[in-house]
């Protein structure tokens, strides 16, 4: 298990490399670099958000859910933390979903379509 940063950083790594391999698909004029479009990708991460933030798809939300506790002789012993992580893109075949899914702990929670946004909900522990 790793600190939320480590879950934050494999997050942008995954959405930057969504978009490269999209680049055309989303917009991404072709004088842009790998490097340049990786870290306009970074800016999609968000957790948490607040509500007045303005959100920009696709995108990748995440947010702490639960903490599991295993106890030893009554005492915590450790604590596993679990983050629901929600996929958000305006294609509903977007290979996004399944690049989260190939995480490590990470299991596929539900599908939902809101004002046609597409969103893939999953939990993962890290």
Do not use: W
């Amino acid at each position: 298990m790793g600190l939320r940063t480590g879950l934050h950083d494999e997050l942008c790594r995954i959405l930057a490399e969504f978009c490269i391999q999209n680049r055309k698909t989303l917009g991404f004029a072709d004088s842009l670099t790998d490097k340049e479009i990786a870290e306009r990708a970074r800016e999609h991460v968000y957790f948490q958000p607040k509500e007045n933030t303005r959100i920009l798809y696709p995108c990748i939300v995440y947010k702490r859910s639960r903490i599991d506790t295993t106890f030893a002789c009554n005492m915590p012993y450790a604590q596993t933390k679990e983050y629901t992580v929600t996929a958000i893109d305006r294609n509903p075949d977007s290979p996004l979903p399944d690049m989260i899914a190939a995480l490590p702990m990470c299991v596929f929670d539900r599908h939902y379509v809101t004002e046609n946004l597409y969103h893939d909900v999953f939990t993962i522990c890290f």
